[in-house]
């Protein structure tokens, strides 16, 4: 059977010729449909050719095949006369009738050409219309992004809105995707792009600069910024859905201000900006103003990506837009949106440094960076290196050192620093010096080992107190401190970096200043010159001090000097753990002391320290540890309530150390002198006369002192069995002499037995001479070996002047003492008499009829005494005794010494008379005193009198008053005579 011939084009309906077109479309014939539409016209309008191609050819047909062909049919004008002369075959709808071909047609569901979501002020321009609808088309099936750019890039000067459209649509996204971050494609559909606004919009474009960081060499945020952020900013307009930003009248200003921009404009391209300060009026709603807000937000913790954004970028002028502005319909942006959006960068460049969290030097450079970048935008001077000198730094203009009272911490928050008129980041010139001293700030305090965040220095300098700055200035001192091999140089160094960041070299001369400039101005001059004063001298750098404290204008008074310097000296001696003063601590504060001590020749304070550093240094010597197995340190001295108190503890844990009484009582002395306490025997307070000088006070006390420590030794003596030295010690150190007894003293005594100023007042105040006395008086050795006869005349001794010098209430303990030590030797001279006249009687025996003529021996009767013999000077001592029976009472035992005593006192007159005065019992005693240091023998023939035999004189006496009640003696007044 035979195939019917195809219809003829010119025959087929205009659904037929639809049909066909959907049929050539689908098969991506383009040359076919390039016949078909220009030969019926009439059945294929453009709009609905337009619309088959957007439905039924594949989106995967690259452009270049069929862009010509949509250009002639938007056009209507088929020119294209290098084009093929393609036969149309009609088969596949020539067997069509009408009525179905009517009905297919019904079916196809066209896409219309406007695309979906299109904007309202998009123009009508049908081809326009197509190619965004067709763009989108082949994005969401292919993601063929270079196949729109084919396709639409050839209309680009067919109207703004494409122009428009594709610059801050498709060309980011290609750049984005093809030519950036290949590796890491955006994933968002074109049309979903083209949705985002503000905010949204830039942190999709630079998400990916952000993700690299701030490095050197792979930052690539300027770029990204000119060649992402920059196009899509150029449908700012499109995006917010109106055509214009100002009135007619402003467009008018705009026009004529055009020229004068230009002539602003230098020859290297670099924009400048106008310092007119950011007020509310600038604030423009762009989406710049977004990428402001982005580098804030990012300069807190990726401050390098910002500042390589601010080096590299000149603005919102600064955009690459790949040549497709040429020919633009309208200007990328208005000159006063522009000169707007300029102040704004430079703002976001001065918040970004305050922003910035990190402390670190690289944070400091890089603010350094966006400072000359600024200085290049503003046309300012630029910045001097970071590492000039501070003699060299830049001097501010005093009244920019300060906010508006009105501001509040609040300014230094990161959401802050971007409103209108911000004190610290609104370009001014005054914003800008401001921003370089806080950059040198960091940079120094860097350079002194504390590392400081801008915002911290702008925190400290307008909202710290006197007292925060005082204690960062601690904290940097502290710091310089620590590197033990710093020499002079750096010191001086240092202490240059410091003034600096007090004044900001603002009036250096000024020497009534008070406050300086700088971040610690706040910090009294008087208080900041002290403490730099404390860190020389504990950094030992006397020279310096010299110089600056004691040459020249002086900083700080003389009693200001010496109240630091004693305190350091005092600070060091209480650090010490050894008391010797050539090592640690103790040396350190002996040459501070040193050093300055021909400053402070008549202080007081200066002496104190040095008798202290001495104490210590000669205790050292000695073993000696506290309570609990603590070892003694030198502070323990300064802490004590009783700093005498350690010496006892030296002689109790040094045998053999009271022998040392001199360097013992050396060392209470210099206590004494330190002004330190020093407790009485009794553990009470001295009692000073209140018109007692300094001297005669600090003489009295050494005088306690050496007295008590003499006590002290006495006691280890004892301890140690040794009595001579504690003998010695009392007769030759504690014993008063006749003089000091006899003396007045109209001072009240605390131990007054009377109220008379006899010659007992001045004595009867002293407690450490009849307490050792007492002590050493009732002393019993440890062994059982017997005493000697001159062990207890030494003891009686001893008691006698413990009598003398006692108070009321301890004559009874004292008395029994004395008169167990008198029994104890009047039963060993009994004893030691009995064995003479054995001996004798012995001797003289000659019973035995062969003895020879001086052969006094016997066998079995030789006297023990012969080896031994003791000596026979004492005479007997039964001799002259009285026939009275012994007591059987206190009382009779005191009565019966009493009347004893008075048979053997002094002869008191020629006569030998037994009446006396209370006078001549007073020489007595006296006489009695005196002779405690003699070897007891009589001169000039004078009879022996023993020295027990005072304390007859003090009974029968000067003390018939005070005893007389105890021994039932008769005052003198009422002796007969």
Excluded at 290 to 310: C, E, G, I, K, S
Excluded at 403 to 408: C, F, G, K, N, P
Excluded at 713 to 730: C, G, K, M, V, W
Excluded at 933 to 938: D, H, I, K, N, V
């Amino acid at each position: 059977m035979a195939t019917p011939a195809p219809t003829p084009l010119k025959d087929l309906s205009a659904d037929q010729c639809t049909l066909l077109a959907v049929h050539y479309a689908s098969s991506a014939d383009i040359p076919a449909l390039h016949s078909l539409t220009p030969a019926r016209l009439d059945a294929l309008p453009s709009e609905l050719v337009l619309r088959i191609i957007l439905t039924y050819l594949p989106e995967s047909v690259d452009p270049l095949s069929y862009r010509a062909y949509i250009s002639e049919v938007g056009s209507r004008l088929y020119i294209d006369v290098d084009r093929p002369n393609v036969d149309v075959d009609t088969s596949p709808v020539s067997g069509l009738d009408e009525a179905d071909a009517r009905k297919q047609v019904k079916k196809l569901h066209l896409r219309e050409i406007r695309p979906p979501r299109f904007p309202p002020h998009a123009p009508e321009d049908l081809l326009t219309r197509f190619l965004c609808h067709r763009a989108q088309l082949i994005d969401e099936e292919t993601g063929m992004l270079d196949a729109v750019v084919r396709l639409v890039e050839p209309f680009l000067e067919r109207n703004d809105y494409l122009r428009v459209w594709f610059v801050s649509s498709v060309l980011p996204l290609i750049r984005l995707n093809y030519e950036y971050y290949p590796e890491d494609p955006f994933s968002e559909s074109l049309e979903a792009f083209s949705k985002r606004q503000g905010r949204a919009g830039v942190d999709a474009l630079l998400s990916r600069a952000a993700k690299e960081g701030g490095g050197a060499d792979d930052s690539h945020v300027a770029r990204d910024v000119k060649s992402l952020v920059g196009p899509w900013m150029y449908g700012h307009t499109d995006r917010k859905k109106r055509k214009a930003f100002y009135s007619k009248d402003k467009q008018a200003q705009q026009a004529q201000q055009e020229d004068k921009t230009a002539e602003d404009d230098l020859a290297d391209g670099v924009r400048k900006i106008a310092l007119d300060g950011v007020s509310e009026e600038d604030k423009t709603g762009h989406d710049w103003e977004q990428v402001y807000t982005w580098m804030v937000r990012h300069a807190q913790d990726n401050f390098p990506l910002v500042t390589h954004l601010v080096e590299e970028w000149d603005g919102p002028s600064d955009v690459d837009f790949g040549g497709y502005e040429q020919g633009q319909l309208r200007p990328y942006l208005d000159d006063e949106v522009l000169r707007k959006l300029e102040l704004q960068y430079a703002q976001a460049a001065f918040a970004s440094c305050y922003a910035a969290q990190s402390s670190s030097e690289e944070t400091v450079q890089g603010a350094h960076g966006v400072l000359a970048r600024l200085a290049e935008l503003l046309d300012f001077v630029p910045p001097p290196d970071l590492a000039t000198s501070v003699e060299s730094l830049p001097a501010v203009e005093k009244h920019a050192t300060v906010l508006d009272e009105s501001q509040t911490l609040q300014d230094l928050l990161p959401e802050r620093l971007l409103t209108p008129e911000h004190p610290l980041t609104t370009p001014r010139m005054q914003t800008y010096m401001l921003l370089q001293m806080h950059v040198y700030t960091a940079y120094q305090l860097h350079g002194l080992g504390f590392t400081s965040s801008l915002v911290d220095v702008a925190r400290v300098q307008f909202y710290g107190t006197a007292e925060s700055q005082l204690e960062l200035l601690r904290k940097l001192l502290r710091g310089l401190s620590s590197p033990a091999k710093r020499d002079s140089t750096d010191w001086v160094a240092c202490r240059a970096k410091l003034v600096w960041l007090w004044n900001w070299g603002i009036d250096p001369d000024d020497i009534a200043a008070k406050n300086g400039a700088g971040m610690l101005g706040k910090i009294d001059k008087e208080d900041f010159e002290a403490e730099m004063l404390k860190v020389f001298t504990d950094a030992s750098r006397f020279q310096i001090i010299e110089q600056v404290y004691f040459g020249g204008t002086p900083t700080l008074s003389l009693s200001q000097i010496e109240s630091i310097v004693l305190g350091k000296a005092l600070e060091a001696y209480d650090s010490a753990s050894n008391g010797n003063k050539n090592r640690g601590g103790i040396k350190k504060a002996n040459d501070i002391i040193t050093a300055f001590r021909s400053h402070f020749t008549s202080s007081d304070r200066f002496r104190e320290i040095m008798a202290l550093i001495s104490a210590t240094h000669a205790l050292s010597f000695y073993s000696l540890t506290l309570q609990h197995g603590v070892p003694f340190q030198p502070v323990s001295i300064r802490v004590s309530q009783d700093p005498i108190g350690l010496v006892s503890k030296v002689l109790e844990q040094n045998p053999k150390s009271y022998t040392q009484v001199d360097d013992l009582i050396a060392i209470g002395r210099n206590m004494a002198s330190a002004g330190l306490p020093i407790v009485p025997l009794e553990g009470k307070p001295d009692d000073y006369d209140e018109s007692m000088t300094g001297a005669e006070a600090r003489d009295k006390a050494r005088n306690d002192a050496e007295r008590r420590i003499t006590f002290m030794s006495i006691e280890a003596a004892l301890r140690e069995d040794d009595f001579e030295t504690a003998y010695s010690y009392i007769v030759s150190r504690l014993t008063p002499s006749a003089a000091e007894i006899t003396a007045p003293n109209n001072k009240p005594s605390r131990h007054a037995r009377n109220t008379s100023t006899n010659s007992l007042a001045a004595a009867v105040d002293d407690d450490v001479s009849w307490r050792a006395a007492f002590l050493a008086g009732r002393y019993r050795p440890s062994t059982a070996t017997p005493p000697t006869l001159r062990r207890l005349e030494q003891r009686t001794e001893l008691l006698s002047l413990a009598l003398l010098l006692a108070p009321v209430s301890a004559l009874t303990d004292i008395l029994s003492a004395w008169r167990r030590c008198e029994e104890e030797m009047t039963a060993l001279q009994l004893s030691q008499a009995q064995a003479e006249e054995e001996f004798d009687d012995a001797a003289d025996r000659r019973e035995a009829p062969s003895q020879l003529p001086g052969h006094f021996a016997v066998p079995g009767e030789q006297p023990q005494m012969l080896l031994g013999q003791k000596r026979r000077e004492m005479g007997r001592v039964g001799a002259g005794r009285g026939e009275e029976e012994a007591p059987v009472s206190m009382f009779d035992l005191t009565r019966s010494a009493a009347r004893a005593f008075s048979r053997n006192a002094f002869p008191l007159g020629s006569d030998g008379a037994t009446a006396r005065n209370s006078t001549d019992g007073s020489q007595g005693m006296h006489a009695s005193v005196d002779s405690l240091g003699s070897a007891g023998s009589a001169e000039d023939g004078q009879q022996r009198v023993r020295r027990r035999d005072m304390v007859t004189n003090a009974v029968s006496g000067g003390l018939a008053s005070g005893l007389g009640w105890v021994l039932g003696a008769t005052p003198v007044d009422r002796q007969q005579q």
